[in-house]
């Protein structure tokens, strides 16, 4: 399992153009723990699957190698500005908020 889990996430890193450096700041992790993360060699802890959710905008299921696809997030960043991993995740959460709130008023 946790060999799955870290293929998942290693790809998610790199799909999204991430270094493990950045990623491991975000987490407040070290880059050697997010390695052995992606290696399957560690396990991770729920507030760590929540950071990498919003991070990767999936569900944890998706992380877990429970479901097949994600919905790729379609924030984009100037390539020339350092993306804060911070601001990409709040504003996935802000965008899965919303579709939330259509999904609600559509409902009616």
Same mark, same amino acid.
């Given at each position: 399992m946790n060999e799955i889990v870290g293929k998942i996430l290693n790809e998610l890193r790199r799909?999204?153009? %991430?270094t493990q450096e950045q990623v491991s700041s975000y987490l407040g992790i070290t880059q050697s723990n997010l390695?052995?993360?992606?290696?399957g060699d560690r396990n991770f802890n729920m507030t760590l699957l929540d950071k990498l959710c919003l991070l990767y905008n999936c569900s944890p299921e998706y992380l877990l190698g429970e479901e097949d696809s994600h919905e790729k997030s379609s924030i984009a960043f100037r390539s020339d500005e350092k993306v804060d991993l911070n601001v990409v995740a709040k504003m996935n959460e802000i965008t899965? %908020? +919303?579709?939330? +709130?259509?999904?609600?008023?559509?409902?009616?």
């Open positions: 799909e999204n153009g %991430y390695s052995k993360i992606e290696n899965g %908020y +919303l579709k939330l +709130l259509r999904k609600l008023d559509g409902d009616k």
